[in-house]
């Protein structure tokens, strides 16, 4: 699956657009994290277990789309972002989401 943050794929011309496709998923904080960044906080550096904790979501919203994107029949996805929201006190929702496409 080719996937491009621009709105075209860069030597190939689009045949089909199929639609809007997305993937998420809501994650919590975990306790063991939770105590750690407190720490962090008053010493500073980086909350290395949040930034796994992010990573991690990013790369499953990612692949949910990518999954969407192929149940579609699409070869690609253009115009690919990421959104983030809080869903609740310590959970929030990581979004992945572009336009499925056929490309020559």
């Known amino acids: 699956m080719i996937t491009s943050t621009l709105e075209t794929v860069p030597g190939r011309a689009i045949r089909e657009h ?10 919590a904080k975990h306790i063991g994290r939770d105590l750690m960044a407190g720490l962090k ?3 500073g550096g980086e909350l290395k277990g949040y930034t796994e904790l992010l990573s991690e979501a990013r790369d499953e919203a990612f692949e949910r789309m990518i999954e969407q994107a192929t149940a579609k029949g699409a070869n690609a996805v253009i115009n690919v972002r990421f959104s983030t929201s809080s869903v609740t006190q310590g959970a929030s929702e990581i979004l992945a989401y572009g336009s499925a496409v056929i490309v020559e």
């Open 41 to 43: 906080n008053i010493v």
């Open 18 to 27: 199929l639609g809007i496709v997305q993937g998420s998923t809501v994650r």
